[in-house]
C-alpha cells in the first residue's frame, strides 16, 4: 500500500510540473532499437538508456549488478550460479523470463541455442559505452525472442590504456585492462577482465568452497576505406569454472544460509561446472549514396560446456541490412539467418542427443517524423526449422509493430504502439530433464500494447509506461505436472501480463542527483488447471533507487537501494505451495576518490609517461546483511545473496 502511494505522489508531482517550454533542457539520449538514431522522447515505444557516464557513476562493478541495482530489470543467479544468473521483465518471470529476452552485443545475439541464460559475466563492463533497454517492442528487428523486449549493449573503440584492479572479502579479487591505437585509417583496441572468489559458503563433502573465477577477452580492428564506409574483425573468448551450492531446506536456510547441506541429505559435494566460449564477428558498412547505406555482418560462436556431461553448441548467423534516409522518411529492410547445432562438431542426424534449429527473417522498419509526430510501421516474417534424428518440424510467423510519438511541447511528449512477438522454443527444450527427447513444443505468441508519456525539465527526465500483455502456449518448465509429464517442457493455454513502469531522474544540482526505477507487474494465467492462477516467480513490486553525490570535486558518493516483493516459488503453477521467494531487500554504498593531473603529464615524478588519472574507490553491497534465495518448491532453497561484501580498489587512466 505504501508503495502505491509513493508511486501516486511521484506521478502527481511528475504532471504538476510546469510544462512551459525549457530553455535548458537535460541532455537528450539517442536510442538505436530499431536501427535507427532517435531521440528518446521520440521514440514510439518504452525504453531505457544508459551511457558509460552512468555505468561509470553508479559504482556497480559487473554488468550483473548494473542491471539489478540501477534499472528496472529483476536479476537472481540460476540456481545459485553467480555466473549465469537469470533476467525478467515484464513478468515473465526468473524462471524463463531470459528467454523472453533477445540481448545483443554490438547487434551480435547472445541468444544461444541452448536453454542457459545469455552469459552476460563474460562481458567486462569497463568496456561498455551504452545499454538501451526496450520494453515490450523489438520483434520487427530481432524477431524469435523478443516478447518481452529486447537489451542492446554496445562496448567502446577505445584508444585509452587503463588499468584496474581490486581486493575484497571472501577472497575476491578483480583484475581488467582496455587499450587501443589509431592510426590514419585504422582503430585497433583491446580489452580484458578477470574475477576470482574463494567462496562464500561452508566446505563441502571434499573440502571445497564455492570458489569461481570467469575471465573474458576481446579484440577488434576497424579499417575506415572512405568517411562514410567501415569494414571490421571482432574476436573475443571468455571462460568460466564456478562449484555453486545445492538448494537447501527453508529451515536450513534460515538458520545457516552458507551451509553446505544439500537439503534433508546432508553435507554433499557442490556442483562444477566450466563453459569456454569463443565468438568471431566480421563486417562491414558501405555507403551507396548519400541515402543509401548497406550493412552486412556474420558471426560465428563454438561453446563447450561441461558439468556432469559434456555439450557443445555451435552458431552462424548473418545480418544483413540497407538503410535508406531521406528528410523525415527512414526505411531499413534486411535478412537475417541463424544456425544453431547442440551436441556435433558436425551434424549427424544419427545422435539421440543431436538437434539443430535454423532461422530465417526478412523484415521491413520504417519511420517518419513530421517535426511534432512520429510514425512508426515494421514487419517481418520469420521461417524455423527444427531437425532431431529424422524428424523435423517447421513453423513460420509473421510479427509487426506499429507505433506513434507525439510532441507536445519541448516538455511533453506521449507515445504508444502494438507489438506482436513469437518465441520459438531452443533445442534444449525438445529434451526433458532426465535426457530423453520431448518431442517439438508449440511456440509462443504475443501481442503487446504500450501507451507512454515522457516529461523532461531542465533538471528531471521521467518516463511512465502503462502495458499489456496477451499471451497463447507460453512456455515453461514444470517437473510436477503430473506422473505423465515429468521433466517436460510444455506450455500455457493462455496467460497475460499488465503493468505500470516508472522511470525518473532528478538532478537537484550539479553535485546531487536522484533516480528511481518502479515496476508493477501482475502475471497471471488464463486456462491450465485454474483460471486466476499467478505465474511463478514474478514480483509484483520491484523498486531500484540511488542517489548520487559528490561531496567534494574529486570524490563521489553512490547509495542505492533494490526491492523486490515476495513471489511465488518456480514451480508453483498450481499456486499451492506453503513457502514463497521471500522478498529482496538489498542496500548498496560506494565511494570513489579521483586525482589527476594536467594533460600529457603522469602522476608521479619518476613516471612522467605513467597514469595521468588514478580512481580509487570502496564498494560495499548488501551493506545490512540480508539474506536471499530462490525457492524451487517447499524446502527446496538455492541461496543466491547472503553475506555483506565489500572491495577496494583503483584504476588507473594512461
Keep these: 500500500m505504501h508503495l502505491h502511494c509513493l508511486v501516486l505522489s511521484l506521478i502527481i508531482t511528475l504532471f504538476c510540473n510546469s510544462t512551459t ?112 533497454i526496450t520494453k515490450g517492442s523489438g520483434s520487427v528487428v530481432h524477431g524469435d525472442g523478443a516478447t518481452a523486449g529486447s537489451i542492446q549493449i554496445y562496448t567502446r573503440d577505445t584508444i585509452e590504456t587503463t588499468l584496474e584492479g581490486s581486493v575484497g572479502n571472501y577472497g575476491i579479487h578483480t583484475g581488467s585492462f582496455t587499450t587501443g591505437l589509431s592510426e590514419g585509417k585504422f582503430i585497433l583496441s583491446a580489452s580484458g577482465d578477470r574475477y576470482h572468489k574463494d567462496g562464500f559458503n561452508d566446505k563441502d563433502l571434499y573440502g571445497h568452497r564455492d570458489s569461481g573465477t570467469t575471465g573474458n577477452y576481446s579484440a577488434k580492428l576497424r579499417y575506415f576505406p572512405t568517411e562514410t564506409s567501415e569494414v571490421f574483425i571482432e574476436k573475443d573468448h571468455a571462460n568460466v569454472n564456478i562449484r555453486y551450492p545445492n538448494a537447501l531446506t527453508q529451515e536450513t536456510f534460515e538458520q545457516n544460509p552458507g551451509s553446505s547441506y544439500k537439503t534433508t541429505q546432508g553435507v554433499k559435494r557442490y556442483n562444477f561446472q566450466t563453459s569456454n ?63 544453431g547445432i547442440r551436441n556435433a562438431d558436425t551434424w549427424d542426424k544419427g545422435s539421440t542427443d543431436t538437434a539443430k534449429k535454423s532461422n530465417l527473417g526478412v523484415f521491413a522498419q520504417s519511420s517518419y517524423d513530421t517535426g511534432s509526430t512520429v510514425f512508426s510501421l515494421g514487419m517481418r516474417g520469420e521461417w524455423v526449422e527444427y531437425t532431431w534424428q529424422t524428424d523435423d518440424k517447421d513453423y513460420d510467423f509473421l510479427a509487426y509493430d506499429l507505433g506513434i510519438n507525439k510532441t507536445v511541447n519541448d516538455n511533453l511528449s506521449v507515445f504508444s504502439n502494438l507489438n506482436y512477438a513469437f518465441l520459438a522454443p531452443d533445442v534444449d527444450r525438445l529434451f526433458t530433464g532426465a535426457g530423453a527427447f520431448n518431442g517439438f513444443i508449440d511456440p509462443a505468441l504475443s501481442t503487446t500494447l504500450n501507451i507512454g508519456v515522457n516529461h523532461v525539465t531542465s533538471k528531471n527526465k521521467a518516463k511512465l509506461t502503462l502495458y499489456g500483455v496477451k499471451l497463447k502456449n507460453e512456455l515453461y518448465y514444470n517437473s510436477t505436472i503430473d506422473s505423465s509429464m515429468t521433466y517436460k517442457n510444455t506450455n500455457l493455454d493462455s496467460s497475460y501480463k499488465y503493468g505500470l513502469e516508472l522511470h525518473d531522474k532528478y538532478s537537484f544540482n550539479n553535485d546531487l542527483s536522484a533516480t528511481i526505477n518502479y515496476a508493477y507487474t501482475k502475471a497471471m494465467i488464463d486456462f491450465e488447471r485454474a483460471a486466476g492462477d499467478e505465474v511463478p516467480q514474478v514480483s509484483e513490486h520491484t523498486v531500484s533507487l540511488g542517489v548520487n553525490y559528490n561531496p567534494t570535486s574529486k570524490s563521489r558518493i553512490v547509495v542505492g537501494h533494490v526491492y523486490r516483493s515476495e513471489m511465488l516459488a518456480e514451480e508453483d503453477f498450481a499456486n499451492s505451495f506453503s513457502q514463497k521467494n521471500k522478498a529482496y531487500n538489498s542496500t548498496n554504498l560506494s565511494y570513489t576518490y579521483t586525482h589527476k593531473t594536467d594533460s600529457g603529464k603522469g602522476l608521479f615524478n619518476w613516471w612522467p609517461n605513467g597514469p595521468h588519472q588514478a580512481d580509487i574507490y570502496l564498494k560495499a553491497d548488501n551493506l545490512f546483511e540480508e539474506s536471499h534465495g530462490s525457492w524451487l518448491r517447499n524446502d527446496v532453497v538455492y541461496t543466491n545473496q547472503f553475506t555483506r561484501n565489500w572491495r577496494i580498489g583503483t584504476k588507473l587512466l594512461f
Design 277 to 339: 566460449t569463443n565468438n568471431l564477428a566480421v563486417g562491414g558498412t558501405l555507403e551507396l549514396t548519400s541515402k543509401l547505406e548497406a550493412n552486412l555482418v556474420f558471426t560465428h560462436q563454438d561453446k563447450v560446456m561441461v558439468n556432469d556431461t559434456e555439450k557443445k553448441y555451435h552458431n552462424n548467423t548473418v545480418d544483413s541490412s540497407i538503410k535508406y534516409q531521406n528528410g523525415p522518411l527512414k526505411v531499413i529492410t534486411g535478412i537475417q539467418t541463424w544456425d
Design 21 to 132: 517550454l525549457a530553455n535548458d533542457l537535460m541532455d537528450p539520449v539517442i536510442v538505436t532499437a530499431t536501427k535507427f538514431k532517435t531521440i528518446d522522447t521520440k521514440a514510439t515505444y518504452a525504453s531505457e538508456t544508459y551511457n558509460r557516464k552512468d555505468i561509470e557513476q553508479s559504482g556497480t562493478k559487473s554488468l550483473y549488478d548494473f542491471l539489478n541495482q540501477s534499472t528496472s530489470i529483476a536479476i537472481m543467479p540460476s540456481s545459485g550460479n553467480p555466473f549465469s544468473q537469470k533476467i525478467d521483465m515484464r513478468g515473465f518471470g526468473l524462471t524463463d523470463g531470459y528467454k523472453n529476452i533477445v540481448i545483443t552485443i554490438n547487434g551480435r545475439r547472445l541468444n544461444n541455442v541452448d536453454s542457459v541464460p545469455q552469459k552476460l559475466s563474460e562481458i567486462s563492463i569497463t568496456n561498455i559505452d551504452r545499454i538501451e
